[in-house]
């Protein structure tokens, strides 16, 4: 790594930096007589006078125009053009004050030499400022733009302000004679510089074309959901790619000097990143392949939820309690999942296991179960609902009711409800639902005196009942 320095300069970097600065002020006696023009304070206060009105006026006005353009009292494009003129008032109101001040002062034939340049940046921070919000707003990037907005505000009216200044090129030169090298590879603060505003631009520009392409995505009836969000994600990940090469070449970075980087970042994702790197390439088979789609009712593991969002590295399932459940993609290509509505069918079958007691008639039964499936509004009649005998058992006969609703969501609202009418439809009619019920014999064992056979004893004679002897043996007293 070597730091390089122009001809003729310090030694320290601190001191070579203030030098240059220093070189691009005019000379001690050039702002002398500036400062002890009477002309040069006039148009001082004239800035400063318009400054504060500026900000006075422009404050008052804003708060007005905010109030105005709130959310339900206008919309559409009049909102934003209302929030965009509100924005660039303060800047705007000061570019008006100083051209009256240079058009009055140039028919008195006095100075407009700080009022001309002042004039200008103000009406170039009032552009900017309204510019960078319509620009927002037109390609509506989300929220990068919007939490970068001020400082791309800033670094724009920096570069444009010593653009006018006349200061921009000995800028490039004082920044490109400190460089820094690695290998091959020569990095100056210019080329730095150059670069991060260059890619910031190139970014937006690329969250701007993918957030439109997305939009007229999202709105064609051709694809299906998940193809969509598959070429949502993956034009916005080629777009941002072509911006930072795009942004490396404009700022002069030779790319092909950064193959032995390139290579040893493959490894370094090879190795700690595989798993962010399963993670996104899954989201893609996910989206393109179509097996799990937002608004799909799935079964993972313990968790049964509706796809709320496909992301690049996880999957959102809300749950029935409102839990929102974060599955990474990877978990999801290799583990066996339940999609209760591939393919778009949300129609699921119920099963409802129900018994009786074996004095009662089944077919009777039978008919009343499906009556009650028939009366519900939310059990479908194509396929109709069937109710089946299915085994005996110890208790009772088995009978099971199939009915079909048409979305998962509503399976346990119809599961409770029915099972409700069943219990409620059963009684009335007499049909018991048994349960299970044991009768337990205390046989006689051999050589054992006085012992009673099962059908002997009594529910209330404690005494001759096993338990009852022993009692009476521990209660006899002792001779």
């Not at 109030?67 to 209302?82: F, S």
């Not at 303060?90 to 700080?114: K, M, N, Q, S, V």
Request: no cysteine.
């Amino acid at each position: 790594m070597l730091v390089t320095t122009g001809p003729g300069r310090g030694p320290g970097f601190p001191h070579r930096f203030m030098q240059d600065w220093f070189d691009l002020l005019p000379s001690s006696a050039v702002i002398r007589d500036f400062l002890n023009s009477p002309s040069t304070w006039s148009q001082a206060g004239i800035i400063l006078a318009g400054l504060l009105l500026a900000v006075f006026v422009g404050g008052w006005l804003q708060r007005r125009l905010q109030a105005l353009a709130q959310p339900g009292a206008m919309e559409g494009v009049g909102r934003t053009a209302v929030r965009t003129g509100a924005l660039g008032l303060i800047p705007l109101l000061l570019w008006l004050w100083l051209l009256a001040f240079i058009e009055i002062l140039r028919r008195h034939g006095d100075e407009t030499g700080l009022l001309h340049p002042a004039m200008i940046l103000a009406g170039a921070a009032a552009v900017i400022r309204m510019g960078v919000f319509a620009l927002r707003h037109t390609f509506n990037p989300g929220g990068v733009l919007k939490a970068w907005e001020g400082v791309l505000t800033v670094t724009i009216w920096t570069l444009v302000a010593l653009h006018i200044l006349g200061w921009l090129p000995f800028v490039e030169d004082m920044l490109g004679d400190y460089a820094v090298y690695f290998g091959q590879v020569r990095i100056s603060l210019y080329t730095a510089a150059s670069f991060l505003f260059s890619v910031a631009l190139f970014l937006l520009a690329a969250l701007g074309i993918a957030g439109a392409l997305g939009n007229r995505i999202r709105r064609s009836r051709v694809l299906d959901d998940s193809m969509k969000i598959a070429l949502s994600k993956l034009i916005k990940f080629v777009l941002l790619v072509l911006a930072v090469l795009i942004a490396m070449v404009t700022a002069g970075i030779d790319i092909t000097a950064l193959t032995l980087f390139g290579g040893a970042l493959g490894v370094g994702l090879g190795f700690g990143l595989q798993r962010v790197v399963a993670n996104f390439v899954s989201g893609f088979i996910l989206a393109f392949e179509g097996s799990v789609r937002p608004g799909d009712v799935v079964s993972y593991g313990n968790t049964y939820g509706t796809v709320k969002a496909l992301h690049t590295r996880h999957v959102v399932i809300r749950t029935r309690d409102g839990l929102d459940i974060i599955v990474p993609n990877e978990n999801l290509l290799t583990s066996d999942i339940t999609n209760w509505s591939y393919e778009g069918d949300r129609r699921i079958r119920l099963r409802l296991p129900v018994q009786i007691s074996y004095d009662d008639d089944p077919e009777q039964a039978l008919a009343r179960l499906e009556a009650l499936a028939h009366a519900h509004d939310l059990v479908l009649q194509d396929p109709a609902p069937a109710a089946l005998v299915t085994s005996f058992g110890d208790s009772g006969v088995n009978l099971e009711l199939l009915a079909w609703v048409g979305d998962p969501e509503d399976s346990g609202n119809v599961r409770s409800d029915l099972l409700q009418r069943v219990w409620k439809d059963f009684r009335e009619a007499g049909i018991t639902m048994p349960f299970p019920q044991r009768e337990v014999y205390l046989k006689e064992s051999p050589g054992s005196a006085g012992a009673t056979s099962p059908a002997a004893g009594t529910s209330g004679s404690r005494a001759e009942s096993a338990r009852g002897q022993t009692r009476a043996a521990k209660a006899k007293p002792q001779d």
